[in-house]
Nanobody, 116 residues
Framework: VQLQAFGGGLVQAGGSLMLSCVNS????????MAWYRQTPGNERELVAR???????NYASFVKGRFTISRDNAKNTIFLAMDSLNFEDTGVYYC???????????WGQGTQVTVSS
């Protein structure tokens, strides 16, 4: 399993970005996929998670601004981010929860920079 994230970049405050992550092992090779982020000076934190049944959960700071979704046929998850603010600046990582063993897969991270 390899996770490859795309879509980061520079955006003005109030703008939008769409992140995507492709799971080379197939989207059902993991129990669930998620987006994490690491903002400057902080530890990595969960942003949003979607399981194989399509159930989603979000961090409280998302506040309805982000939407996680998946395309099973493309083995891809997405994170649509709207109303971005400066505090959303950071590296966003794609994550997959292993099925048979404890542990996780991580993608390489993609930088999101929001200019104020």
């Amino acid at each position: 399993v390899q996770l490859q994230a795309f879509g980061g970049g520079l955006v003005q405050a109030g703008g939008s970005l769409m992140l995507s992550c492709v799971n080379s092992g197939g989207i059902f090779s993991v129990n669930a996929m998620a987006w994490y982020r690491q903002t400057p000076g902080n530890e990595r934190e969960l942003v949003a998670r979607i399981d194989n049944s399509g159930r989603v959960n979000y961090a409280s700071f998302v506040k309805g601004r982000f939407t996680i979704s998946r395309d099973n046929a493309k083995n891809t998850i997405f994170l649509a981010m709207d109303s971005l603010n400066f505090e959303d600046t950071g590296v966003y990582y794609c994550n997959g929860e292993k099925r048979k063993l404890p542990g996780e897969y991580w993608g390489q991270g993609t930088q999101v920079t929001v200019s104020s």
